[in-house]
């Protein structure tokens, strides 16, 4: 992409009621743009992570037999009164509205609507275990939205709910998602620490949070160095300075943020609901249920809050907006010249990148919006670099810099940027 016809800029300015850091470094690097108090439309660059995130996360649901779906944001009144759930829990934070003589709400999640769906379609055992999610915006009344996108009224998330004939094929399939929803955070670069959600212990029968370390986190957690042992502070029947019960080492408190949360459901919606399958013997069974929750808009402010420096951010290999950020530092036709046809070579070679082919920007300029926005590899290519047939490389999260001739070039994406 030209950034000469990007409509986005970089910006000094952030709104006077932002305070979130997430929330101001991506404003001002472009990527998001700020409607309302936990309300935020995705730019360009911001999109393009967004959705990267949505792919690895994608991907990962896919590989283990998800299918994915897409339901409405519209939730009947009727429906979750059937699961007592409209005025109460989760109910008071959905946003409602009038229709004819009675109210729809906006998903603030969708098991009412999930459970409905797949009990017309299972019947017997032999339908069973089904996995389903979805990718949607999801809506809630958040008292406070002061965190970026860490706190959204309006967000994104990922929702998967299992379906099974018993707890325990319920519980193989626990175990499952925790590596899988370790594997899809370590592709973002975060290190979530499963952390208990219930003080009840650690078995599949109980809630489980992935919590990401972090100064911004809204929660607390109690957690051990080694990490065999972690318990949210709300539930916690063990503090700092305790002993971790596995393994003797001391537990230390830190701020984190949940960034994924997996709950077992067991058969309260499908009892509420009516969604019974008949089992090897003939008899007739409500479906054990678990769900999951991921938040891809979350994890990008989580990945912001944790990867950057003062000059902005440092994306991840993996969810970055593009691979390389290449600069024509100079606008002597020659330069522009060579920097047009690396671009469009480096384009051929299925490298994704952003080239700042701004005439109207100083070299300084265009350092610092490379630093803000911060793609992982910066390319220079000028008057100097070219005297050596070569351009200049640059890790956004290393201070050395390197020559390497453009011949060899492709070599060298290959083995390090692709
Ligand atoms: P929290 O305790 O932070 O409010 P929650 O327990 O309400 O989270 P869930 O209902 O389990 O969250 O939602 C699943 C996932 O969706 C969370 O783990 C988080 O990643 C994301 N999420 C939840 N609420 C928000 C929000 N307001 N803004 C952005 N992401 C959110
Ligand atoms: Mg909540």
New binding site residues.
């Given amino acids: 992409m030209l950034q000469s016809q990007l409509f986005t800029e970089t910006t000094k300015e952030t709104p006077r009621d932002e305070k979130s850091l997430n929330a101001k470094l991506l404003i001002r690097a472009g990527f998001v743009h700020k409607e309302m108090a936990g309300v935020y439309s995705y730019l360009p660059l911001g999109l393009r992570v967004l959705r990267k995130i949505q792919n690895i996360i994608r991907e990962e649901m896919e590989s283990m037999g998800g299918q994915e779906i897409l339901m409405t944001v519209f939730q009947p009144r009727d429906l979750w009164l059937k699961t007592d759930r409209w005025s109460k829990g989760i109910g008071k934070d959905m946003f409602k509205c009038k229709l004819n003589r009675s109210e729809v709400g906006l998903g603030p999640?969708h098991e009412e609507i999930v459970t409905r769906i797949l009990k017309s379609y299972i019947r017997s055992w032999r339908d069973l275990p089904k996995f389903v999610f979805q990718i949607q915006t999801k809506f809630?009344k958040?008292l406070r939205a002061k965190s970026g996108?860490?706190?959204?009224?309006e967000?994104d998330?990922k929702d998967l709910y299992s379906f099974h004939e018993s707890e325990k094929d319920f519980e193989r399939y626990y175990e499952i998602i925790i590596k899988s929803y370790h594997k899809i955070l370590e592709r973002c670069d975060l290190r979530a620490i499963l952390t208990e959600a219930s003080g009840k212990g650690f078995t599949a029968s109980t809630p489980h949070?992935f919590q990401v370390i972090a100064p911004a986190g809204?929660d607390t957690i109690f957690y051990c160095p080694g990490g065999d042992f972690s318990q949210n502070k709300e539930v916690a029947k063990l503090k700092a300075g305790d002993k971790c019960p596995i393994c003797k080492r001391i537990l230390i408190e830190n701020k984190s943020i949940?960034?994924?949360?997996i709950?077992p459901l067991g058969t309260k919606y499908s009892k509420d609901l009516g969604a019974y399958f008949t089992d090897k013997d003939g008899k007739k069974k409500p479906i054990v249920m678990g769900c999951y929750?991921?938040?891809p808009?979350?994890i990008m402010g989580a990945v912001v809050e944790i990867h950057h420096d003062s000059k902005g951010i440092l994306w991840p290999k993996e969810i970055a907006p593009f691979q390389v950020h290449l600069i024509q530092l100079q606008k002597n036709p020659k330069v522009k010249k060579k920097s047009k046809n690396l671009y469009n070579a480096l384009l051929k070679t299925g490298t994704t990148v952003l080239f700042d082919d701004r005439d109207d920007k100083s070299p300084g300029e265009k350092f610092a919006d490379a630093d803000l926005i911060g793609i992982p590899w910066r390319m220079v290519i000028s008057e100097r670099t070219l005297e050596k047939d070569s351009v200049e490389l640059k890790r956004r999260d290393r201070e050395k810099t390197e020559l390497v001739k453009i011949r060899e070039l492709l070599s060298f994406l290959e083995k390090y940027v692709q």
């Fill in positions: 999640t809630r958040e996108l860490l706190r959204g009224r967000f998330m949070e809204e949940e960034v994924g949360n709950f929750g991921l938040g808009s979350r």
